[in-house]
């Protein structure tokens, strides 16, 4: 596994220690860093993956970062860049670290081993949205496909990571992975307080609940963020960009273990799918 500090349109990561020191060679779970940047094109379309792992994660609770709150003795973090790496279709993962805690998200990740991909970890911004551009920054200019993967979502299967890569390749501009809705669901008027007014009863066949990781066009992607930064929009994800520049977003079949994992309840449900998967597939 190669851990490199920053990438394109980037700096030298440094620690509030001083400079950022480079990794034994001779470690058993690094190799050399070389100066130049890997052709992931040579023998396939591998993608990209970016991971905003920059938020503090509120509504968990109080504690360390959501993206390092552990699940059966690991950061969710680790699970999440874990599920990317299994995906033949990945050769590279781009991981956007809080700014003042890069040099600990490398040596957390180092110290759990993802032998075989390359791993790059860059600080992340103030908002989801920024932290996704600057990782997008990281990505070499060339490569075709990228994924953008929510840390908090740590036990995606990996046949969904492969589906939202193959339909980018297949040439789908946007693909979001997304599962039907089991509730009704209401269209309400907010209210600061009180009973909210129902306005109407969407129809539930025809929506869907989005998962990540969400694929995409690197060059569109890229454009859509640059030209969001430019205009000061915002949304909530990614597809909502290539949405509101009047972009076309498709869907693939997402799975229900990709769920988020948001609220203390969330984490009670990971922990008993983890070790389901680690009972009976050695997981």
């Known amino acids: 596994m190669a851990w490199r500090n920053g990438g394109r349109g980037s ?7 001083g400079p950022a020191r480079s990794r034994n060679p001779r470690s058993a779970r690094a190799i050399p860093i070389t100066t130049e940047e890997p052709n ?8 990209a993956a970016v991971v905003p792992a920059a938020g503090r994660g509120e509504r968990l609770g109080p504690g360390a970062p959501k993206a390092l709150r552990e699940l059966g003795g690991v950061p969710l973090l680790v699970h999440a860049v874990r599920a990317l790496a299994r995906s033949r279709a990945v050769g590279l993962v781009v991981v956007c670290a809080p700014p003042d805690g890069v040099a600990e998200v490398v040596s957390l990740l180092d110290s759990h081993g993802l032998d075989g991909k390359d791993v790059r970890v860059v600080p992340g911004g103030a908002s989801r949205q920024e932290s996704v551009r ?3 920054a990281a990505v070499p200019a060339g490569t075709r496909v990228v994924l953008v993967h929510d840390a908090a979502r740590p036990l995606v299967p990996v046949e969904v990571v492969d589906a939202v890569a193959a339909a980018v390749r297949a040439g789908a501009a946007a693909v979001v ?7 009704t669901v209401k269209r309400v008027e907010p209210q600061p307080s009180g009973p909210e007014p129902v306005l109407d009863t969407p129809d539930r066949s025809t929506l869907r609940a989005v998962q990540t990781p969400q694929g995409f066009d690197l060059p569109g992607l890229v ?5 969001a930064l430019a205009e000061g929009a915002e949304v909530t994800d990614d597809a909502g960009l290539i949405e509101r520049f009047g972009g076309r977003v498709v869907v693939v ?3 229900e273990e990709a769920f988020k994992v948001t609220r203390p309840l969330d984490l009670v449900l ?5 070790a389901r998967r680690r009972a009976t597939d050695g997981y």
């Open 223 to 227: 454009a859509a963020h640059e030209r």
């Open 270 to 274: 990971a922990e008993a799918v983890l």
């Open 177 to 183: 992975p997304a599962v039907p809705l089991a509730d």
């Open 134 to 136: 600057l990782g997008l």
């Open 11 to 17: 700096t030298n990561v440094q620690s509030g220690r």
């Open 253 to 255: 079949p997402g799975h």
């Open 40 to 47: 992931l094109n040579a023998s396939a379309q591998l993608a």
